[in-house]
T-cell receptor, first 126, second 112 residues
Framework: GAGVSQSPSNKVTEKGKDVELRCDPI?????LYWYRQSLGQGLEFLIY????????KSGLPSDRFSAERTGGSVSTLTIQRTQQEDSAVYLC????????????????????????FGPGTRLTVL | DQQVKQNSPSLSVQEGRISILNCDYTNSMFDYFLWYKKYPAEGPTFLIS?????DKNEDGRFTVFLNKSAKHLSLHIVPSQPGDSAVYFC???????????FGQGTTLQVKP
């Protein structure tokens, strides 16, 4: 089946411009995550959507960053007034529903919340 | 505050030998751990995982060991193959949340 797809694969923009990055998760995956990987760095968590719950935005580095997930499927990460330090590879991942301590979701526990990643969008801010 | 750390940025081993990649964590709330492998220009792919109720999980050439008291896990690849050359990320999560915290990655080079 189709995996996680992201578009565009590469984006070059000028400092101060806004950019939108798109993620199409695997069908049936209600959990969606955004990460970024700056040059020489690890994966930095940005935001996490789970079903209809309020997203976990704890990783967004500034208020210039925002994300939406429409219809529980496609997600868009928007960066306003881009800065050079925003240059990175932005990775999207999706997974099956995740169980919480309240038991609100079912989960394939054998997968340990395995996240499937897209190929990423390389953003370069000039 | 780096909750998951991979202190070795790179590792080079000879084909056929064992590769050992290490990872340390600080948050005692983490109760499952995963290893991902990443090739250039591709997204990370899942390799192997372990729950905190276990201390070892094996899948073919890959074995993950967990030492909870030391808050340390390691990935063993034996025998190593040139195709294993990639960046390896460890990740940790808590069953109370869905997000994973990743380490900085270790670049493994397996020489023929």
């Amino acid at each position: 089946g189709a995996g996680v797809s992201q578009s565009p694969s590469n984006k070059v923009t000028e400092k101060g411009k806004d950019v939108e990055l798109r993620c199409d998760p695997i069908s049936g995956h209600t959990a969606l995550y955004w990460y970024r990987q700056s040059l020489g760095q690890g994966l930095e968590f940005l935001i996490y959507f789970q079903g209809n719950s309020a997203p976990d935005k704890s990783g967004l580095p500034s208020d210039r960053f925002s994300a939406e997930r429409t219809g529980g499927s496609v997600s868009t990460l928007t960066i306003q007034r881009t800065q050079q330090e925003d240059s990175a590879v932005y990775l999207c991942a999706s997974s099956l529903p995740h169980i919480t301590s309240g038991g609100n979701y079912t989960n394939s526990m054998s997968s340990y919340n395995e996240q499937f990643f897209g190929p990423g969008t390389r953003l370069t801010v000039l | 505050d780096q909750q998951v750390k991979q202190n070795s940025p790179s590792l080079s081993v000879q084909e056929g030998r064992i590769s050992i990649l290490n990872c340390d964590y600080t948050n005692s709330m983490f109760d499952y751990f995963l290893w991902y492998k990443k090739y250039p220009a591709e997204g990370p792919t899942f390799l192997i995982s372990i729950s905190s109720i276990k201390d070892k999980n094996e899948d073919g050439r890959f074995t993950v060991f967990l030492n909870k008291s030391a808050k340390h896990l390691s990935l063993h690849i034996v025998p190593s193959q040139p195709g294993d050359s990639a960046v390896y990320f460890c990740a940790a999560g808590s069953s109370n949340t869905g997000k994973l915290i990743f380490g900085q990655g270790t670049t493994l080079q397996v020489k023929p």
